[in-house]
């Protein structure tokens, strides 16, 4: 702010080049009101000013704003070039605005810049993905005359969010057919669909690369091996892995906690749950619901209730999910007064809540 007083006061934003850095510094600091503002001010603007102010409303998650702003700058006679394209193709894909894309797509294919410009072609990819069309997506990244690992990691992400986890490992294996080597997208994508499919064969081999790679160190990475190993009920593996690690956030002690929960292991859970506050990192909502469930599986009633206590601390009792986890711990304990204390606390009874008390 106290350059741009100084530009003002110098009479450089007139200046297009300065102007347009303008736009851009308040854009990046979110300041996309002020952006705009700048923006009308210049006596002139080109596709460089607009593009600044439209990637600065996209990756703020202001989509809608974006393309009202490139709708402006067609109307003003100016020609959309790739990085343009490039943003207008995320905008679309967040809001799912599939005619809206293949309109971009078409105009790309128009003026071939598909084949020349590899990040305009992982956009199309992208904005295909994210609206649900992952043949279309496939189909794009076939034609594409160069890929690379973010191509097919965008591809491979969008088979395993739609759980089509056999799709996702095929794409994998069409990756390395090709000399691509994977990011820690790819890894965390493939753990993901061999988590799923309990194909722990192909984790291991996963887990080994990773580690061959020096990318073991990822806590991304860490913690979808973790919950790897604890789908699959292999805890000692990933146990050896949460040890491994020098870094463990709240995410991390959840993967385990749940994965202990999950198999049974129920005191193994409890005493992860209070090993993560001696290490000074504190539980979150997933925390709390997933030792709750342990204290009622194993029918520890007395640390339920001492985790109750903290709940009320937290104030989250209100919550309707964690309400409902409070009372089916209750019910499972044979306590049913606690259980329908709680019940008759909630600030909503659902279908849930019913099923638990009855």
């Given at each position: ?5 100084e ?6 934003l007139?200046d297009?080049?300065?102007g347009?850095?303008l736009v851009?510094m308040y854009?990046?600091c979110?300041?996309?009101k002020?952006?705009q503002?700048i923006?009308?001010?210049l006596?002139?603007r080109?596709?460089v000013?607009w593009?600044a ?7 703020h ?8 702003c490139?709708?402006?700058?067609t109307?003003e ?12 193709l ?5 809001i799912?605005a599939?005619d809206k894309g293949?309109?971009?797509h078409?105009e790309v ?20 993905v994210?609206?649900?069309?992952l043949t279309?997506?496939q ?11 973010i191509s ?5 992400a969008?088979?395993?969010d ?13 990756m ?7 990011n820690?997208i790819?890894?965390v994508c493939?753990?993901k669909?061999?988590?799923n ?14 580690v061959?790679i020096g990318m073991?160190?990822?806590i991304v990475l860490?913690?979808t091996?973790?919950d790897?190993?604890?789908?699959c009920?292999l805890?000692?593996?990933a146990r050896?892995?949460?040890?491994a ?6 995410v991390?002690w959840?993967v385990?906690i749940n994965g202990?929960?999950?198999h049974?292991?129920d005191?193994?859970a409890l005493?992860?749950f ?13 925390t709390?619901?997933c030792t709750l469930k342990a ?6 009633i ?5 985790i ?9 009792e209100v919550?309707?999910?964690?309400g409902?986890?409070l009372v ?5 304990c044979g306590?049913?007064?606690e259980a329908r204390k709680?019940?008759?606390?909630l600030p ?5 809540s ?5």
């Amino acid at each position: 702010k106290q350059i741009h007083n100084e530009i003002v006061k110098r009479g450089f934003l007139k200046d297009m080049v300065v102007g347009t850095a303008l736009v851009d510094m308040y854009a990046k600091c979110g300041m996309l009101k002020k952006a705009q503002e700048i923006l009308e001010e210049l006596p002139i603007r080109d596709v460089v000013s607009w593009c600044a102010l439209i990637a600065g409303y996209v990756e703020h998650g202001k989509a809608y704003e974006a393309l009202n702003c490139f709708e402006q700058m067609t109307s003003e006679g100016l020609s959309p070039d790739a990085i343009t394209f490039i943003f207008i193709l995320k905008g679309y894909g967040s809001i799912r605005a599939i005619d809206k894309g293949k309109e971009i797509h078409k105009e790309v294919v128009k003026r071939n810049l598909l084949g020349k410009d590899i990040v305009l072609g992982n956009a199309v990819v992208d904005m295909y993905v994210k609206c649900g069309k992952l043949t279309e997506a496939q189909e794009v990244l076939e034609e594409l005359h160069a890929r690379n690992v973010i191509s097919w990691s965008t591809l491979i992400a969008g088979y395993t969010d739609e759980e089509k986890f056999d799709e996702a490992l095929n794409l994998y294996e069409e990756m390395q057919i090709e000399g691509i080597s994977p990011n820690a997208i790819t890894f965390v994508c493939i753990l993901k669909a061999c988590s799923n499919l309990g194909s722990i064969e192909e984790g291991q081999c996963m887990h080994a690369k990773i580690v061959a790679i020096g990318m073991e160190k990822s806590i991304v990475l860490c913690n979808t091996l973790l919950d790897l190993y604890t789908k699959c009920d292999l805890l000692v593996d990933a146990r050896h892995v949460f040890e491994a690690m020098k870094i463990r956030t709240v995410v991390t002690w959840n993967v385990l906690i749940n994965g202990n929960a999950e198999h049974g292991h129920d005191k193994d859970a409890l005493d992860c749950f209070y090993r993560m506050s001696h290490f000074g990192v504190f539980p979150d909502f997933t925390t709390f619901n997933c030792t709750l469930k342990a204290c009622g599986n194993s029918g520890m009633i007395n640390e339920g209730r001492r985790i109750h206590i903290r709940v009320l601390k937290e104030g989250l009792e209100v919550d309707q999910v964690l309400g409902n986890v409070l009372v089916d711990m209750y019910a499972k304990c044979g306590s049913l007064l606690e259980a329908r204390k709680v019940f008759n606390k909630l600030p909503m009874q659902n279908l849930v809540s019913w099923n638990t008390i009855i």
